[in-house]
Nanobody, 116 residues
């Protein structure tokens, strides 16, 4: 059975850095895209933060472009999100999302809190 293992969240001050990681644990054939979403309030919709495809092309939400960088290591089946110059409005529960050939998976979420 395949599942996603997320790590790297935490409590930081504005302007600081965090790196999130998400590993695909289990046997898979093809990963199409890997990405990060966040939910910033209970009951709110998850919004796309960044996504990268297997060719290495990435897209970002306007609010994070220039501060966040998504990357992936296909051999390690891992996606990373480097978050620089964090702001209080980046606070939220960050979810890894991976799209395979015939299905997709969500991680359980890792909390990022930015507060002075």
């Amino acid at each position: 059975q395949v599942h996603l293992v997320e790590s790297g969240g935490g409590l930081v001050k504005p302007g600081e850095f965090l790196r999130l990681s998400c590993v695909v644990d289990g046997f898979i054939w093809v990963i199409n895209t890997m990405g990060w979403y966040r939910r910033q309030a209970p009951g709110a919709q998850r919004e796309l933060v960044a996504r990268i495809d297997r060719g290495g092309d990435a897209i970002y939400a306007d609010s994070v472009r220039g501060r966040f960088t998504i990357s992936s290591d296909n051999a390690k089946k891992t996606v990373y999100l480097e978050m620089n110059n964090l702001k209080p409005e980046d606070t939220g529960l960050y979810y890894c999302h991976v799209v395979f050939h015939t299905y997709d998976l969500w991680g359980q979420g890792t909390q990022v809190t930015v507060s002075s």
